[in-house]
């Protein structure tokens, strides 16, 4: 397949491109696009064939769900039935923006895009060239990030283009995204609302609004045999080409851990690199080492974080360690992207044991 590139400036809405791959998404075909938190794979979300053609274009997993993308509050009641009060004033507050929310599916919605459930995840993104594509294409794009399924989301346009050239309509290369993690997903279903992914939009914005208990269980380790409630629930997610693992303790237990198994990776011919905080990075010692942002600035690690997983894949790194990150707030949603990319590997270590131990 040959894969139409086009540049567009930040929030572009060229018209005749916008129209055009509108109509891609119209008749069935697929196309990549920035939004504000990482870069979607758009088909028709009503359309069965487009959203089998998506899971085909990422390698993903036909139970794992798609997101459903739309551009006017209103349209909800097209894909949605039995839709709480709550759910619109959860719209009013945090729409357009990084906030999904799982409701119940109408019959409009097919299988294929719900992963087989009968649920619908659904958000409007705060990004006017999504915004103005979403329009163009009918109204209902459901888009999945646009990388191979299983590695890090881009958030760069180059990441959709390596990985989706040749397998996709259109890519609409607008730069790089402004958040750089994926929307928070709150399931509205249950008796009480619950965040099945963290991300921008935290439990403590949530809760004014909603006033009331949220159930927040973020971090689910697989359950092979049951269908995922949600994207980012069941399969790998996240994850570089090198074996990563967290370090977890005090900053000079964890700087001397890392710079122990830095030379013993030297040694054994592996190249080894470090996700360092500011405050932390000059004490690393090797120059395959990459600064994710100041402690104290949250949003900025949240923006590098893919970036720098994809950069480390482009060098070939072989092992890949991270210092860990508060998990409360957006922390949260910094460490349930990390885990994942992980697989789950995270050691805690102190000054007076510096082997460390596996806790998770």
Request: proline residues 6%.
């Amino acid at each position: 397949m040959k894969t139409i590139i086009y540049k567009l400036g930040d929030n572009e809405t060229n018209t005749d491109i916008i129209t055009r791959a509108g109509n891609i998404i119209k008749q069935g075909g697929l196309v990549a696009f920035p939004t504000e938190t990482v870069y979607g794979l758009g088909g028709d979300a009503i359309n069965e064939a487009s959203a089998n053609r998506i899971y085909t274009a990422k390698g993903r997993p036909a139970d794992n769900p798609l997101i459903i993308h739309i551009c006017r509050i209103n349209d909800i009641e097209s894909i949605a039935k039995e839709i709480p009060d709550i759910f619109y004033t959860l719209a009013a507050t945090f729409w357009p923006g990084p906030l999904t929310m799982i409701l119940k599916k109408s019959p409009n919605v097919p299988l294929s895009t719900t992963g087989g459930l009968d649920t619908v995840a659904v958000r409007m993104p705060n990004h006017q060239t999504a915004l103005s594509l979403i329009d163009a294409s009918g109204g209902f794009v459901a888009a999945p990030s646009a990388n191979t399924s299983g590695r890090p989301s881009p958030t760069v346009g180059k990441y959709v283009i390596e990985d989706m050239d040749g397998r996709v309509d259109m890519i609409l290369d607008g730069g790089e995204t402004v958040l750089g993690l994926e929307s928070t997903i709150l399931d509205l279903t249950g008796k009480q609302p619950e965040i099945l992914r963290p991300g921008v939009i935290t439990e403590a914005m949530l809760t004014p609004v909603i006033k009331g208990k949220i159930i927040n269980t973020p971090l689910v380790i697989n359950v092979p045999d049951k269908p995922p409630r949600a994207p980012g629930m069941k399969y790998r997610h996240y994850a570089p080409r090198g074996q990563m693992t967290i370090i977890s303790g005090n900053e000079k237990a964890v700087v001397s851990y890392i710079n122990n198994r830095l030379k013993a990776d030297e040694e054994n011919n592996l190249i080894a690199g470090v996700i360092a905080s500011t405050q932390m990075f000059h004490e690393y010692q090797t120059e395959h080492k990459k600064c994710i942002g100041d402690r104290l600035n949250e949003e900025d690690i949240a923006h590098n974080l893919y970036r720098i997983l994809r950069e480390f894949d482009d060098e070939n790194t072989d092992v890949i360690y991270s210092e860990a990150f508060a998990d409360t707030g957006l922390g949260q949603a910094i460490m349930n992207r990390l885990l994942k990319a992980a697989s789950y590997r995270i050691i805690e270590v102190n000054e007076a044991s510096q082997k460390g131990n596996k806790i998770i």
